[in-house]
């Protein structure tokens, strides 16, 4: 005789992906939530603009993006009736830094950035001097999120003019550590990256200071990238969600994501929003 069974199904699974850089603030939301909740997350990096090929196709409903939404991704979601709601998460600098032991450059500005990394540049900035004389001949090796990432997307817009226009012979990757890793390892390096993981890796590294419309060199800190004071590299990095799509487990994560991503956000290396910020993305949930 078959004895009845009360076993419950297994708790449904929650997917989130994205970028890389919020990558960081999801696995940490992650793994403060499954010490409360059953079931399990599933965390994955395919870079902003991959995931938002993603979302926009309907094959996830929460991803994090280090930028935001484009009119075309926006177009996109519109067509096939995913419901987009935004919110940022923290506050985040895209930090230009150079090996620890480099000795000739402190601070740059957005001229010499575009020239480094404008496409005109590809076969014809290949050493430190080319960009100025008094640097040594030392080739540069140059270091950069890979082109599905927001933080390039945004880097390129707001150095070079225009987004995803870039010289092509850069060493890339969407994972941060890589870029790190390369940029610490080699003299000549040069590269650019979330703030978060300079923070973790900054005995190893030289931030630069960035010029900015005043004329000031200023370096990338807590409170430079709050005030806005660290221009043009400071931004705002987000969750997107379709809420009206998301499963029953899918919002609940979102909520506790959403009221714990400030402290959480701070502790792994990001700038937490304000009490405001925080007030208008709990606003935004579709109760």
Excluded at 136 to 164: C, N, Q, W
């Amino acid at each position: 005789m078959l004895k009845s069974c009360s076993c419950k199904p297994p708790p449904e699974r929650v997917s989130i992906d994205g970028s890389s850089t919020v990558y960081m603030i999801s696995e940490a939301v992650a793994e403060e939530y499954q010490k409360r909740h059953p079931g399990r997350i599933s965390l994955r990096i395919s870079g902003t603009g991959g995931a938002f090929k993603k979302f926009c196709d309907k094959r996830i409903r929460l991803m994090g993006a280090s930028r935001p939404i484009n009119e075309k991704e926006a177009q996109v979601c519109e067509k096939n009736g995913v419901a987009v709601s935004e919110f940022a998460v923290a506050l985040d600098g895209i930090v230009v830094a150079v090996n620890a032991k480099n000795s000739w450059v402190r601070k740059i500005d957005v001229a010499t950035l575009k020239k480094l990394f404008e496409p005109e540049a590809e076969e014809k900035i290949n050493y430190w001097s080319d960009l100025n004389p008094s640097w040594p001949m030392r080739k540069l090796l140059i270091f950069a999120p890979g082109i599905s990432s927001g933080t390039y997307d945004y880097f390129t817009r707001v150095i070079v003019g225009k987004e995803h226009d870039s010289r092509g012979d850069i060493t890339s990757s969407e994972d941060d550590n890589v870029l790190v890793h390369g940029v610490r390892s080699n003299l000549g390096s040069i590269g650019f990256f979330s703030f978060a993981y300079y923070q973790e890796n900054k005995n190893e590294l030289k931030a630069l200071a960035v010029i900015n419309d005043e004329g000031h060199a200023v370096l990338p800190t807590v409170e430079s990238i709050r005030n806005g004071t660290y221009a043009p590299l400071s931004r705002a990095v987000y969750l997107y969600a379709d809420q009206r799509k998301a499963s029953e487990a899918e919002k609940t994560f979102l909520h506790f994501y959403l009221e714990n991503s400030s402290r959480l956000a701070h502790d792994v290396g990001f700038i937490a929003l304000n009490d405001e910020a925080n007030k208008e993305n709990m606003g935004k949930l579709t109760r």
